[in-house]
Structure formats: structure tokens, C-alpha cells
């Protein structure tokens, strides 16, 4: 086995990506989720999205939620914007980590946000000119990077073309979205060899879906490969309303089990997570997928020696 690393940053993304696929909550339990999640050792998590109200009804209230979450210190906040007026609302909610998403599907980016893939990036372009005036980072997301619902395979040369403009337009950093669940360790090696042949600089976060239960398996190959942030969901919430037929994403207590007992950190206190994973099925009133939930005695909460 490949070198292995002392750590591994986890982005939470429950708050933002898990809630907009499910029913919508009340802004007290968005509250009382975020809270929680701060409160866990997380170090990065992605709090809101700036969207139209008749878009994403369950990010309605996202000015409402920021406002009064409790902003933890060590704990790095992200919001997701999808055009110049979602990105002028985060900044004037403070944010300075911004995430911008295009889809390497035409079909499925025009699905999501009714225009091509290259009009995208066209408008992201712009998008970065913006944010960087203001002093704030980008993250370019590249959903279907591993598959679309309704194209098929997507080639890793077209993902990396669009790692290349983004890149070149300024992007800070780079994420590639298992949107469908379609990823396997064959099409993650293949994606990474694809962009680090012409990109190897550029930061890279992986975010995985368990629709076909190849996560974790996904997980330890970008591992391997030398990859050290990934996306997690507590309790596995979330999914994709424009993948007809996607799960959950990879749980957060799933992944932090996993790695903790390989012996890479995380920061991330096991036990804790589980109970806001608790807490999030309260909230929403209904049993999550992830597997750590329900399976006996929590063991191993904190890394063992390397």
C-alpha cells in the first residue's frame, strides 16, 4: 500500500448539501445542526447556499441561519453560490470562502442551472473576477466528474479541459463531485492521472456519493494517490434532486471510522459526530443511511498510534 497521511481534512457538508435534498427543516433545526457539527472538531464546514428561494426552498432562509449560528474558532465556513447575486449575499454575510459549481455534463448542467457547461464557465470566470476583487477565496466544484445520469460515462480528458479553464481563469482550488455515485477506484485513479498530468499544483477535494456503496473504497484510492481533503455528510444526508436514482453522500462518521482506524487523524471527535448524527435524524424525522448509527459498540474513537 501506498504512502498513507498523518491527516486528513473532511469538509462537513450536511448543513448546505445534505438539507437541500431533503424535506425542508425549520431554521431552528438548521441552527441547532450547525451548532453541533462546530462543536465536533470539524474543521471545515460548507454552512449555506445563496440560491433563489423558488430554486432551493430548503436554502430559503440562509441569511436567517448564518446570522445566528454560532461561529466556532479553528472552524473554517464555506458558502455555495450559483451566480453573481448568490455571490454578493455571501459577501455581505462575511463569508470569504465561496464554492461555484459547473458540470462536466452539459445535459446535467443543464438541468441544474439551464445553460451549458462552457456558458458556465463563462459566468464563473466573472464569478472569480468578483470574489477576488472582495478578497475571497474560490473553489471550483465539477459535478458528474465520474458519471452523468443521463450521458454516461464522462471522459477524465473533458474534466480535465475543465480543470484547465478554471485554473487559467484564476480558480483557488478545485472539486470533483461524484454526483451520481457512479465513481469505482478505477475512475478515480484515471480522473486524478488526468488532471495532475497538466494540473498538479492546484489544491484537490474529492466529494463522494454511495449509490453503489463505493465510497470508502473511493476514499482509500484517492488516499493512495495522495489526496488528503474529501467532502462527508453526517448521517450520509443528502443526494442530488437533478441525478434521478443518487444516494446519500459518503457519511461522516463513516469515513472518520474509517481513517481513524488507519491511524490518520482528523480532528474530529467520533463520538460526538455520532450524537449530532442522533440528532440530525431527529430533526428530520427519519433514519439515516449511515451504518455507524447501527452497529453495536463505538470502538476506536480516537486514531490509533501509527
Given at each position: 500500500m501506498a504512502d498513507l497521511p498523518d491527516f486528513v481534512s473532511i469538509r462537513e457538508v450536511g448543513p448546505r448539501d445534505g438539507l437541500q435534498n431533503e424535506d425542508p427543516i425549520p431554521?431552528?433545526?438548521k441552527v441547532r445542526l450547525l451548532d453541533a457539527l462546530s462543536a465536533t472538531g470539524v474543521r471545515r464546514i460548507e454552512a449555506v447556499s445563496f440560491v433563489h428561494p423558488l430554486a432551493i426552498p430548503q436554502m430559503a432562509d440562509a441569511d436567517d441561519v448564518w446570522q445566528r449560528a454560532v461561529k466556532a474558532d479553528g472552524v473554517r465556513y464555506s458558502a455555495l453560490v450559483p451566480n453573481t447575486r448568490g455571490a454578493q449575499r455571501a459577501l455581505a454575510a462575511?463569508?470569504?470562502?465561496?464554492?461555484?459549481v459547473v458540470s462536466a455534463s452539459d445535459t446535467h448542467n443543464r438541468r441544474n442551472v439551464n445553460r451549458s457547461t462552457d456558458e458556465s464557465l463563462d459566468d464563473i470566470a466573472e464569478l472569480i473576477d468578483l470574489l477576488h476583487g472582495a478578497s475571497a477565496r474560490v473553489e471550483v466544484i465539477v459535478a458528474t466528474s465520474f458519471g452523468c445520469p443521463y450521458e454516461g460515462d464522462i471522459d477524465p480528458k473533458r474534466v480535465a479541459g475543465i480543470v484547465d479553464r478554471v485554473v487559467r481563469d484564476g480558480a483557488d482550488r478545485v472539486a470533483f463531485g461524484d454526483t451520481t455515485g457512479m465513481g469505482t477506484p478505477r475512475r478515480v485513479r484515471?480522473?486524478?492521472t488526468a488532471v495532475r498530468d497538466r494540473n498538479a499544483h492546484v489544491p484537490v477535494l474529492l466529494h463522494f456519493h454511495n449509490t453503489?456503496?463505493?465510497a470508502l473504497a473511493n476514499l482509500l484510492t484517492a488516499l493512495e494517490l495522495g489526496v488528503t481533503e474529501f467532502d462527508a455528510s453526517v448521517g450520509g444526508l443528502g443526494g442530488c434532486p437533478y441525478a434521478p436514482g443518487a444516494s446519500g453522500n459518503l457519511a461522516t462518521e463513516e469515513a472518520v471510522h474509517m481513517l481513524h482506524d488507519m491511524g490518520i487523524d482528523t480532528g474530529?471527535?467520533?463520538?460526538?459526530?455520532?450524537?449530532?448524527a442522533e440528532l440530525a435524524e431527529e430533526l428530520l424525522g427519519k433514519k439515516l443511511p449511515s451504518g455507524v448509527l447501527r452497529a453495536g459498540p463505538r470502538t476506536r474513537l480516537t486514531p490509533m498510534p501509527s
Open positions: 431554521a431552528d433545526a462575511g463569508f470569504t470562502e465561496i464554492e461555484v484515471e480522473l486524478l453503489r456503496g463505493t474530529i471527535d467520533l463520538a460526538a459526530l455520532i450524537e449530532v
